[in-house]
Protein backbone atom coordinates (compact mmCIF):
# COMPACT_ATOMS: atom_id res chain seq x y z
CA UNK A 1 0.00 0.00 0.00
CA UNK A 2 1.18 3.29 -1.12
CA UNK A 3 1.52 5.98 1.76
CA UNK A 4 2.86 9.28 2.02
CA UNK A 5 3.51 10.69 5.71
CA UNK A 6 4.78 14.36 6.09
CA UNK A 7 6.26 15.86 9.04
CA UNK A 8 8.21 19.04 9.94
CA UNK A 9 5.07 21.66 10.51
CA UNK A 10 4.91 23.70 13.28
CA UNK A 11 4.49 26.94 15.39
CA UNK A 12 6.51 30.04 13.95
CA UNK A 13 6.46 33.91 14.14
CA UNK A 14 6.14 35.98 11.06
CA UNK A 15 9.37 35.91 9.34
CA UNK A 16 10.21 32.35 10.61
CA UNK A 17 11.34 29.00 8.60
CA UNK A 18 10.06 25.65 8.97
CA UNK A 19 10.80 22.67 6.25
CA UNK A 20 8.41 20.07 5.52
CA UNK A 21 9.05 16.46 4.32
CA UNK A 22 7.42 13.73 2.82
CA UNK A 23 8.67 10.54 2.73
CA UNK A 24 6.72 8.15 0.38
CA UNK A 25 6.23 4.36 0.98
CA UNK A 26 5.57 1.25 -1.27
CA UNK A 27 5.80 2.88 -4.42
CA UNK A 28 9.63 4.65 -5.81
CA UNK A 29 8.38 8.28 -6.99
CA UNK A 30 10.83 9.40 -8.93
CA UNK A 31 9.03 9.40 -12.23
CA UNK A 32 5.92 10.93 -11.10
CA UNK A 33 4.45 14.22 -10.80
CA UNK A 34 4.64 15.33 -6.75
CA UNK A 35 3.38 18.81 -5.12
CA UNK A 36 2.26 20.20 -1.52
CA UNK A 37 -1.05 22.09 -1.30
CA UNK A 38 -2.59 23.37 1.53
CA UNK A 39 -5.65 24.31 3.52
CA UNK A 40 -6.43 27.43 5.42
CA UNK A 41 -9.57 27.37 7.90
CA UNK A 42 -12.68 28.00 6.23
CA UNK A 43 -10.76 28.23 2.80
CA UNK A 44 -10.43 25.71 -0.18
CA UNK A 45 -7.21 23.48 -0.30
CA UNK A 46 -5.21 24.81 -3.01
CA UNK A 47 -1.81 24.28 -4.76
CA UNK A 48 1.18 25.76 -3.38
CA UNK A 49 4.36 23.88 -5.15
CA UNK A 50 4.76 21.52 -7.76
CA UNK A 51 7.44 19.35 -8.56
CA UNK A 52 8.08 17.34 -12.07
CA UNK A 53 10.21 13.97 -12.55
CA UNK A 54 12.97 16.35 -14.00
CA UNK A 55 13.03 18.84 -11.06
CA UNK A 56 10.90 21.56 -12.96
CA UNK A 57 9.05 23.63 -10.44
CA UNK A 58 5.98 26.00 -10.56
CA UNK A 59 4.64 27.96 -7.45
CA UNK A 60 1.63 29.91 -6.00
CA UNK A 61 1.99 33.57 -6.74
CA UNK A 62 1.56 34.32 -2.99
CA UNK A 63 4.67 31.86 -2.20
CA UNK A 64 7.17 32.36 -5.42
CA UNK A 65 10.28 33.90 -3.70
CA UNK A 66 9.75 32.03 0.00
CA UNK A 67 8.98 28.60 -0.36
CA UNK A 68 11.53 26.08 -2.31
CA UNK A 69 10.11 22.36 -3.17
CA UNK A 70 12.67 19.70 -3.92
CA UNK A 71 12.83 15.87 -4.22
CA UNK A 72 15.47 13.44 -3.09
CA UNK A 73 14.51 10.16 -5.37
CA UNK A 74 16.95 8.24 -3.92
CA UNK A 75 15.43 8.70 -0.75
CA UNK A 76 12.13 8.53 -2.05
CA UNK A 77 11.20 12.24 0.02
CA UNK A 78 9.70 15.62 -0.88
CA UNK A 79 10.88 18.46 0.72
CA UNK A 80 8.86 22.34 1.14
CA UNK A 81 11.63 24.70 2.29
CA UNK A 82 9.30 27.82 3.54
CA UNK A 83 10.78 31.26 4.43
CA UNK A 84 9.82 34.68 5.25
CA UNK A 85 6.42 32.88 6.49
CA UNK A 86 3.51 34.80 6.95
CA UNK A 87 0.37 34.33 8.97
CA UNK A 88 -1.82 33.82 6.08
CA UNK A 89 0.77 30.60 5.02
CA UNK A 90 -1.04 29.25 8.16
CA UNK A 91 -2.99 25.97 7.25
CA UNK A 92 -2.55 22.28 7.20
CA UNK A 93 -0.33 21.27 4.41
CA UNK A 94 -0.71 18.15 2.38
CA UNK A 95 1.90 16.10 0.26
CA UNK A 96 0.37 14.82 -2.89
CA UNK A 97 1.25 12.50 -5.84
CA UNK A 98 -0.04 11.85 -9.43
CA UNK A 99 1.17 8.20 -9.35
CA UNK A 100 -0.80 8.03 -13.24
CA UNK A 101 1.90 8.13 -16.33
CA UNK A 102 2.14 11.32 -18.36
CA UNK A 103 -0.22 13.42 -16.48
CA UNK A 104 -0.21 17.07 -16.36
CA UNK A 105 1.82 18.60 -13.89
CA UNK A 106 2.01 22.04 -13.25
CA UNK A 107 0.30 24.26 -10.72
CA UNK A 108 -2.63 24.57 -12.27
CA UNK A 109 -2.99 21.23 -13.76
CA UNK A 110 -1.40 18.87 -11.15
CA UNK A 111 -4.38 16.84 -10.29
CA UNK A 112 -3.28 14.47 -7.52
CA UNK A 113 -4.12 10.39 -6.83
CA UNK A 114 -3.02 10.24 -3.98
CA UNK A 115 -2.77 12.23 -0.55
CA UNK A 116 -0.66 12.20 2.73
CA UNK A 117 -2.54 13.03 5.99
CA UNK A 118 -1.31 16.84 6.55
CA UNK A 119 0.81 18.61 8.72
CA UNK A 120 -0.06 21.89 10.94
CA UNK A 121 1.44 25.17 9.61
CA UNK A 122 0.50 27.85 12.16
CA UNK A 123 2.13 31.74 11.71
CA UNK A 124 1.54 34.08 14.36
CA UNK A 125 1.67 37.78 13.86
Known amino acids: QVQLVESGGGSVQTGGSLRLSCVVFGYTFGSRCMGWFRQAPGKEREGVAIITSDRRTTYADSVKGRFTISRDNLKNTLFLQMNSLLPDDTGVYYC???????????????????WGQGTQVTVSS
Open 96 to 114: AADLRIQRPCTIATMDPSL
